[in-house]
């Protein structure tokens, strides 16, 4: 396919999800969260459906920190991202999401949440291991909360 073919592809794919609306505003926080890669966004319940507007789908290091307002991806190379508590719909641990498929079955935090009438699944690989049950807890609790 080539890097044409990839570029091309990219970008028509952008075309198509123009009409997303613009992410919410990131609130002022100091917050530093659990250290990892933002992985991508993708439409909820299709992996490989990679959200290429807002840089949505572009990788980065970050750290994700949760709070009562939500959640936070404070993101290196890229715009932070910002899922209000209130668009929450779920969490789950899964092996893979576009881009990045791991050998362990809970290798990624995977947040469901709603945006703009669409409903998205954004991947975050922790770090360390060790932090991905009581991450996944934590935003498990957020959207108890919230209910």
Same mark, same amino acid.
Request: charged content about 25%; cysteine-free; aromatic content about 6%.
């Given at each position: 396919?080539?890097?044409?073919g990839?570029?091309?592809?990219? =970008?028509?794919? #952008?075309?198509?999800q123009?009409?997303?609306?613009?992410?919410?505003?990131?609130?002022?926080?100091?917050?530093?969260?659990?250290?990892g890669?933002y992985?991508? !966004?993708?439409t909820?319940?299709?992996?490989?459906?990679?959200?290429a507007?807002?840089?949505?789908?572009?990788?980065?290091?970050?750290d994700?920190?949760?709070?009562?307002?939500g959640?936070?991806?404070?993101?290196?190379?890229?715009?932070?991202?910002?899922?209000?508590?209130?668009?929450l719909t779920?969490?789950?641990?899964d092996?893979?999401?576009a881009?990045k498929? !791991?050998?362990?079955?809970s290798?990624?935090?995977?947040?469901?949440? !709603?945006?703009?009438?669409?409903?998205?699944?954004?991947?975050? #690989?922790? =770090?360390?291991?060790a932090?991905?049950?009581?991450?996944?807890?934590?935003?498990? !609790?957020l959207?108890?909360?919230?209910?």
């Amino acid at each position: 396919m080539g890097w044409f073919g990839m570029y091309r592809g990219w =970008r028509n794919r #952008r075309r198509r999800q123009a009409g997303l609306a613009p992410l919410p505003v990131v609130p002022d926080s100091k917050v530093k969260g659990v250290e990892g890669v933002y992985v991508a !966004t993708t439409t909820a319940g299709d992996w490989m459906d990679r959200i290429a507007v807002h840089e949505l789908g572009v990788r980065s290091t970050a750290d994700l920190a949760v709070s009562e307002a939500g959640l936070i991806f404070h993101r290196q190379g890229a715009s932070d991202v910002f899922i209000p508590v209130d668009h929450l719909t779920g969490v789950r641990t899964d092996r893979g999401i576009a881009g990045k498929v !791991t050998a362990e079955a809970s290798g990624l935090v995977v947040v469901t949440w !709603t945006h703009d009438g669409h409903e998205l699944d954004t991947g975050f #690989r922790p =770090r360390r291991k060790a932090d991905t049950a009581p991450l996944t807890e934590s935003i498990s !609790t957020l959207i108890g909360a919230e209910s």
